[in-house]
T-cell receptor, first 115, second 114 residues
């Protein structure tokens, strides 16, 4: 079946622009996660949704970062007034159930470059 | 605070040789532990996980890992490495309420020489 998809795969933004990154999780998956992976680093947790509820957003770096999942399926990560330090790969993952030991299935990521 | 340490930034092994990648974690309770692999152009893929029971866990692609509470370690092993195993390997711990906040280590890059 289809895996997690993300769009766009690549995004170049000028500093100060707003960007929106989309994640389509595996159909029926309850949980959805966003991560930020800087070059040469491991992924860093940003936020977690259980259906449409955002249960943990402790990893969002600043109030310029906002995520939503209004209908409990597709999610959008929005970054306002992008800065160069926002350049990274943004990964989305989903899992079938809402449990910490559940397997997370990752998308290919969106590579964001802020100039 | 919860953390994951992968002491080796990169490791080189010969094809057919055994492999052990080290991982140490810092977490108060019994953790959920994971190993992921990331190949160029491919997404993160789960190799194996531990959350309870037998401390020796078998995963895909011939990998296994052993949870040692006394050493706060979860090292990944493979008896015979194949060239296709060359990739970046990440150890992770499920932290926070419910274990949903996954914390990753910085990764170990595996090189395989012929």
């Amino acid at each position: 079946g289809a895996g997690v998809s993300q769009s766009p795969r690549y995004k170049v933004a000028k500093r100060g622009q707003d960007v929106a990154l989309r994640c389509d999780p595996i159909s029926g998956h309850v949980s959805l996660f966003w991560y930020q992976q800087a070059l040469g680093q491991g992924p860093e947790f940003l936020t977690y949704f259980q259906n449409e509820a955002q249960l943990d957003k402790s990893g969002l770096p600043s109030d310029r970062f906002f995520a939503e999942r209004p209908e409990g399926s597709v999610s959008t990560l929005k970054i306002q007034r992008t800065q160069q330090e926002d350049s990274a790969v943004y990964l989305c993952a989903s899992s079938l159930f809402s449990a910490g030991e559940e397997t997370q299935y990752f998308g290919p990521g969106t590579r964001l470059l802020v100039l | 605070a919860q953390s994951v340490t992968q002491p080796d930034i990169h490791i080189t092994v010969s094809e057919g040789a055994s492999l052990e990648l080290r991982c140490n974690y810092s977490y108060g309770a019994t953790p959920y532990l994971f190993w992921y692999v990331q190949s160029p152009g491919q997404g993160l893929q789960l190799l194996l996980k531990y959350f309870s029971g037998d401390t020796l866990v078998q995963g895909i692609k011939g990998f296994e890992a052993e949870f040692k509470r006394s050493q706060s370690s979860f090292n990944l092993r493979k008896p015979s490495v194949h060239w296709s195993d060359a990739a970046e390997y990440f150890c992770a711990v499920g932290a926070g309420t419910g274990g949903f906040k996954t914390i990753f280590g910085a990764g170990t890059r595996l090189f395989v020489k012929a």
